[in-house]
């Protein structure tokens, strides 16, 4: 399996702070990473796929680089409902996994 | 706007199976894959497997003697069943619509269902 490496695991953070996460594949996974976002008890939602893609509706202070195995989600001014849990996921290949998630919190 | 509503018992005894099924409203069935990914507690995600619309399957190989996931196209349902559960399955299980031509995004998720396996 590929193995997903998320950083940091956590990430005490204001409001309008420019936070960085990290991903990091065990091997090329060419643009195959999706990031989701996660709050608790409700579904997941894609936040940027093809490592670069904005998904539609998602406001453009989320931005994805990166490919082969190192990735980056930036958010640019982190607002009061962007408080959740960000995973990256990689599709390139059989199982589909997941980094162990990235959890943002008020300072 | 596609919703997909998870749906089955919340208490399992081990080594029974598990059985959910996921309703999609809106959009079609036939065109997309569709999979599910569960979350165990304070744990994080894994992909349990995927069907498509010809009814093909693809599961994690660590889970592959014991699932199934199955398609009914007329029912807009699909559903998963994973047969000799231990307490290790317990976890929040979540249907996904599998965008395979997006870079293979989830693109949809139902809100997920906890499920225990316990006596």
């Known amino acids: 399996d590929i193995q997903m490496t998320q950083s940091p695991s956590s990430l005490s953070t204001s409001v309008g702070d420019r936070v960085t996460i990290t991903c990091r594949a065990s091997?090329?996974?060419?643009?195959?990473l999706t990031w989701y976002q996660h709050k608790p008890g409700k579904a997941p939602q894609v936040l940027i796929y093809?490592?670069?893609h904005l998904q539609t509706g998602v406001p453009s202070r989320f931005v994805g680089s990166g490919s082969g195995t190192d990735f980056t989600l930036t958010i640019s001014s982190l607002q009061p409902e962007d408080f959740a849990t960000y995973y990256c996921?990689?599709?390139?290949?059989?199982?589909?996994?997941f980094g162990q998630g990235t959890k943002l919190e008020l300072k | 706007q596609v919703q997909l509503q998870e749906s089955g018992p919340g208490l399992v005894n081990p080594s029974e199976t598990l059985s959910l099924t996921c309703t999609v409203s809106s959009g079609s069935i036939s065109t997309y894959y569709w999979s599910w990914i569960r979350q165990p507690p304070g744990k994080g995600l894994e992909w349990i497997g995927y069907i498509n619309y010809s009814g093909n399957t693809n599961y994690n190989p660590s889970l592959k003697s014991r699932v199934t996931i199955s398609l009914d196209t007329s029912k807009k349902q699909f559903s998963l069943k994973l047969s000799s559960v231990t307490a290790a399955d317990t976890a929040v299980y979540y249907c996904?619509?599998?965008?395979?031509?997006?870079?293979?995004?989830?693109?949809?998720w139902g809100q997920g269902t906890l499920v225990t396996v316990s006596s």
């Open positions: 996904a619509r599998l965008n395979w031509n997006a870079f293979r995004k989830f693109d949809y």
């Open positions: 091997q090329s996974i060419s643009s195959y």
């Open positions: 093809g490592a670069s």
């Open positions: 996921q990689q599709s390139y290949d059989i199982p589909g996994t």
